[in-house]
């Protein structure tokens, strides 16, 4: 079971909201039947498509991956940690919130009993694109409830204008929807529990409404001080390598590479990593083997892979995202950067 980069093949997700277009990431995803609000780049049922576990889901590898592969802290007993996803949205999502772990645990056993932290990255966004994230001061379970009653449950929470680049922090307990014209990369803990409260009154292609979970809803959401929002990251540049740091938590780490030339990194033996691979292309190297990535691939990273480099044909930008014991391996990593403490409580989140 040498351990070697691998590659995962995505699973495109029909939503009502979605969009007949996947271009250009997937240029050969236009003119769709149906359309597509969601491609799963780390879900249960994404295959493998290269590597030792060619064929096999993620779910299935995963529960079979030793510490060479996993890392030494992951626990392979229970889901894979990390969803991943690339997000299309035509349409306004519904008004909606995720629970975190603890009550996931207690009412969602059924559904994998796992909370939804997540966070958005804009790949590309139209002019005026905007997530909202959060409810306003002074909003109430009352007030909101009256709200949701009325229709007018977006006008409580707080609009926040995305450009391609930018990044969001969406902790569970946090109301939030995602405006059309972006198209985002989510990572987020692997839970798809979603408590809608407003949908606009759509309907699905049955003519049914989605069904809506107010109750829920209003028992997971944050009333108090807001902690989600836009990320402001620090960036430190090597010349041909720039690598932005965005958010770390329990749950992950995200930071952003863009790199011009070879560059050369090593894995941590305590777990895995994932590259996400917006635009360009290139080889991963290890030892002998020289793989070729490209745009809108995701590539496994196992724990003991040691060193590797990352040699680009054409100018790369990628997501790197881990499980990270954010004490130990982000915020040393941040000290390596010369990233000043003040700044770490912009992107390092309890």
């Known amino acids: ?33 149906e359309p ?16 030792p576990y060619a064929g096999r889901t993620m779910a299935d590898a995963w529960r079979a991956m030793p510490p060479e592969w996993a890392g030494t802290r992951m626990n392979t007993g229970t889901a894979f940690p990390l969803l991943v996803k690339f997000l299309f949205p035509e349409q306004i999502l519904s008004v909606q919130v995720h629970p975190d772990d603890t009550y996931a645990r207690e009412h ?6 796992i909370g939804k932290t997540e966070m958005w990255y804009a ?51 946090t109301m939030h929807t995602i405006g059309p014209g972006l198209v985002l990369c989510e990572i987020q ?32 959401t944050n ?14 540049d090597h010349g041909t390598l720039t690598e932005t740091y965005f958010a770390a938590c329990r749950y992950f780490a995200s930071e952003r590479w863009d790199l011009s030339a070879r560059v ?15 635009e360009g292309s290139g080889q991963i190297e290890c030892g002998h083997e020289r793989l070729e990535y490209g745009a809108a691939q995701v590539w496994l990273l196992p724990a003991t892979l040691g060193a590797y480099q990352l040699s680009p044909d054409k100018n790369t930008s990628l997501l790197r995202t881990y499980v990270p014991d ?23 989140f309890p």
């Not at 002019?127 to 009653?149: N, Q, W």
């Not at 409260?197 to 759509?202: E, L």
């Not at 108090?224 to 960036?235: E, F």
Request: charged share 25%; net charge neutral; glycine share 10%.
């Open 1 to 33: 079971m040498k351990p070697v980069p691998a590659r995962i093949e995505p699973q495109f997700v029909p939503r009502i909201w979605g969009a007949r277009t996947l271009a250009p990431l997937f240029p050969d995803k236009t003119n769709l039947p």
């Open 36 to 51: 597509i609000g969601e491609v799963w780049l780390t879900g249960n049922e994404c295959r493998f498509a290269s590597g």
């Open 108 to 113: 969602e056993a059924t559904q994998g009993g």
């Open 123 to 173: 790949i590309e966004a139209c002019e005026g694109a905007e997530v909202l994230v959060g409810l306003k001061p002074g909003t109430t379970p009352e007030s909101f409830r009256r709200a949701i009653a009325e229709g007018t449950a977006e006008n409580c929470l707080r609009r926040i204008p995305l450009h391609a680049g930018e990044a969001v922090y969406v902790p569970a307990g």
């Open 189 to 220: 803990e692997n839970s798809d529990i979603t408590y809608r409260v407003y949908d606009y009154n759509r309907k699905d292609a049955a003519g049914k409404a989605r069904p809506l979970h107010i109750e829920k809803a209003l028992a997971v």
């Open 223 to 236: 009333f108090g001080a807001q902690s989600g929002g836009k990320l402001a990251p620090c960036a430190t």
């Open 264 to 278: 050369g990194a090593v894995t941590s033996r305590e777990r895995f990593e994932l590259l996400i691979f917006l």
């Open 326 to 348: 954010i004490l130990r391996d982000f915020v040393a990593r941040l000290q390596e950067q010369r990233v000043g403490e003040d700044q770490w409580s912009r992107i390092v």
